[in-house]
T-cell receptor, first 112, second 112 residues
Framework: NAGVTQTPKFQVLKTGQSMTLQCAQDMNHNSMYWYRQDPGMGLRLIYY???????DKGEVPNGYNVSRLNKREFSLRLESAAPSQTSVYFCASSLRGFETQYFGPGTRLLVL | GQQLNQSPQSMFIQEGEDVSMNCTSS?????WLWYKQDPGEGPVLLIA?????ELTSNGRLTAQFGITRKDSFLNISASIPSDVGIYFCAGRKETSGSRLTFGEGTQLTVNP
């Protein structure tokens, strides 16, 4: 099992460009999450999907959209990137909402 | 905003020393989790705590769920160089469903 995989690993964008971060899990988990990690801030939840077909806002959803494409895949889209979105983005999944979250390796995004 | 206060922010210790870190909040949590993040990787779960007063060990790591349900502690005994990394606490409130709140992290450096 690969666990949680994320693509790309690194990305540089110019302000105003759009991109989609991809996440997939092969553990048959129901719940998936997107976090951003900034220095000294820990991880903050952007959006989550408790189950296939549902998505909900987290703590910092502004400027992002998500799609739960199927049970395996949960994508995060930046429609018009801003320098404030420079961060490391982590995807996570859990079997059910209250169980252990397993994290992917992260995507490092720089917006110029 | 951030609701978990984690301390210390960083620690520099000698190999073989014991380490203590803690997480406090003004809110009550019904689950406490401790994660470790290695450089360039996603967080990995170390210990999960589900009951007030619970004391759980994982090898050289011991964590406790505070009696007031507003704090948690992590101890690492006889530290070794591979303990280097960032340690995060995370809590789940009864009212927050599957969402976790993360502390800011403790950066641990172990000198051989």
């Amino acid at each position: 099992n690969a666990g949680v995989t994320q693509t790309p690993k690194f990305q540089v964008l110019k302000t105003g460009q759009s991109m989609t971060l991809q996440c997939a899990q092969d553990m048959n988990h129901n719940s998936m999450y997107w976090y951003r990690q900034d220095p000294g801030m820990g991880l903050r939840l952007i959006y989550y999907s408790a189950s296939e077909g549902t998505t909900d806002k987290g703590e910092v959803p502004n400027g992002y959209n998500v799609s739960r494409l199927n049970k395996r895949e949960f994508s995060l889209r930046l429609e018009s990137a801003a320098p404030s979105q420079t961060s490391v983005y982590f995807c996570a999944s859990s079997l059910r909402g209250f169980e252990t979250q397993y994290f992917g390796p992260g995507t490092r995004l720089l917006v110029l | 905003g951030q609701q978990l206060n984690q301390s210390p922010q960083s620690m520099f210790i000698q190999e073989g020393e014991d380490v203590s870190m803690n997480c406090t909040s003004s809110s009550i949590f019904n689950t406490w989790l401790w994660y470790k993040q290695d450089p360039g990787e996603g967080p990995v779960l170390l210990i999960a705590l589900y009951k007030a007063g619970e004391l759980t060990s994982n090898g050289r790591l011991t964590a406790q769920f505070g009696i007031t349900r507003k704090d948690s502690f992590l101890n690492i005994s006889a530290s070794i160089p591979s303990d280097v990394g960032i340690y995060f606490c995370a809590g789940r409130k009864e009212t927050s469903g599957s969402r976790l709140t993360f502390g800011e992290g403790t950066q641990l450096t172990v000198n051989p």
